[in-house]
């Protein structure tokens, strides 16, 4: 859920290695009103920088059959809230493609997880927030919340997106938010924490 990996120069002006690094700066997001309906399709790094351009993005939040909830940091390269905590994958659809498709793919590229994992995948909730990240850019976001619970909690992550894992009990994070401020979580997953517990 964010311009990942990306630098603050523009694309065109990026050496090659730095172009083949900062892959996601090529990628385009969709730029959505208030209410989420489209308006265009932009540049995913324009997206995230100055005062920002409010796009589509999702959170998902992944479960285990005794309702604990795992936690994913982001790898130290994200561009912004690296090193932070997420619950638990975070991005943004491509143009065309479902907020379901989107976590699927997510599950699959970040984490290793398979449908055959899950079959309560669904959209809880949508909110739109506006966080800027000091000296790299900014969210500016319609999110989507889905949910799912896992019935295998196999995972493989891909050290490119994940720097750590952590199952926690969701009720006692909620209740507790001292005990876990070393963590520091991602600004939307707590608004989508805070929203469900509403």
């Known amino acids: ?32 009103d208030a209410d989420d309906n489209d308006l265009e399709i932009v540049n995913r790094l324009e997206a995230h920088t100055g005062d920002g351009i409010r796009h589509r993005a999702f959170t998902a939040l992944i479960f285990d ?7 994913a940091q982001r790898a130290p390269t994200k561009r912004l809230w690296d090193t932070y905590w997420d619950g638990t994958v975070a991005s943004h659809p491509n143009p065309g493609q479902s907020q379901e498709e989107a976590t699927r793919q997510r599950l ?42 896992l ?15 952590m199952w926690v009990p969701y009720e006692r994070l ?17 608004i989508a924490m805070r929203r469900d517990f509403e």
């Open 1 to 32: 859920m964010s311009a990942d990996n990306a630098t603050n120069t523009s694309a065109s002006s990026a050496s090659d290695d730095t172009d083949e690094v900062h892959k996601n700066a090529r990628k385009s997001v969709v730029a959505v």
């Open 65 to 71: 059959e005794d309702d604990n909830i795992l936690l």
């Open 108 to 149: 699959e590229d970040e984490l290793g997880i398979s449908p055959d994992q899950y079959d309560d995948l669904q959209q809880t909730d949508k909110f739109e927030y506006k966080r800027y990240y000091p000296q790299e850019g900014v969210e500016h976001e319609v999110c989507a919340v889905l949910k799912l619970t």
């Open 151 to 165: 019935t295998d909690t196999s995972l493989n992550p891909v050290e490119e997106e994940v720097g750590g894992l």
């Open 174 to 190: 909620y209740e507790n938010p001292r005990w876990y401020r070393q963590l520091r979580l991602c600004p939307w997953f707590e």
